[in-house]
T-cell receptor
Framework: DQQVKQNSPSLSVQEGRISILNCDYTNSMFDYFLWYKKYPAEGPTFLISISSIKDKNEDGRFTVFLNKSAKHLSLHIVPSQPGDSAVYFCAASPGGKLTFGQGTILTVHP | GAGVSQSPSNKVTEKGKDVELRCDPISGHTALYWYRQSLGQGLEFLIYFQGNSAPDKSGLPSDRFSAERTGGSVSTLTIQRTQQEDSAVYLC????????????FGNGTRLTVT
């Protein structure tokens, strides 16, 4: 039972354009959502989070959108840079442990 | 400042042997988590600690897996009688508390069981 799903295994984007990464969840008890970025041989790095009382949170080039009725969240990166190339994980929590999606490999081409 | 530190970074062991993985969380972080990532898979929750107590051990795959945390700081994950399917990257994370604080991960221990 996969409670957090990232249906796109990979995404390829041109430098300077927008990257949109998507995530769906099934557990209505989740009230805190996060995005992590992971480079090879490193642990995941926290990017941005959003609580269920909000529908948008912005931090520099990164914006997370939450649609509670659709149980969907997305991460927008604009403008995309080659250094953004990594695996992106969404995660959700009802408080305590995080449940992670399977990850999306983002490649940003110069 | 110092992040989450895990040791060893790599461990190769023979099937049937026991292994211990160590995690030093960020100072002051009361919550500590263990996850693992098998090849091509997402992050699988194993166990988490609040202080020295483990309120949720639901992710431990079998009774060969155990973990402890002492002094509200260092944690060890022990795998007894290792099997080849235990091969994975074991990730430790800590957070300020268990309520809606981001987890900060270490770089993991890559365990290979031959």
């Amino acid at each position: 039972d996969q409670q957090v799903k990232q249906n796109s295994p990979s995404l390829s984007v041109q430098e300077g354009r927008i990257s949109i990464l998507n995530c769906d969840y099934t557990n209505s008890m989740f009230d805190y959502f996060l995005w992590y970025k992971k480079y090879p041989a490193e642990g995941p790095t926290f990017l941005i989070s959003i609580s269920s009382i909000k529908d948008k949170n912005e931090d520099g080039r990164f914006t997370v959108f939450l649609n509670k009725s659709a149980k969907h969240l997305s991460l927008h990166i604009v403008p995309s840079q080659p250094g953004d190339s990594a695996v992106y994980f969404c995660a959700a929590s009802p408080g305590g442990k995080l449940t992670f999606g399977q990850g999306t490999i983002l490649t940003v081409h110069p | 400042g110092a992040g989450v530190s895990q040791s060893p970074s790599n461990k190769v062991t023979e099937k049937g042997k026991d292994v211990e993985l160590r995690c030093d969380p960020i100072s002051g972080h009361t919550a500590l988590y263990w996850y693992r990532q098998s090849l091509g898979q997402g992050l699988e929750f194993l166990i988490y600690f609040q202080g020295n107590s483990a309120p949720d051990k639901s992710g431990l795959p079998s009774d060969r897996f155990s973990a402890e945390r002492t002094g509200g700081s260092v944690s060890t994950l022990t795998i007894q009688r290792t099997q080849q399917e235990d091969s994975a990257v074991y990730l430790c994370a800590s957070s300020l508390d268990q309520y809606n604080s981001p987890l900060h991960f270490g770089n993991g221990t890559r365990l290979t069981v031959t």
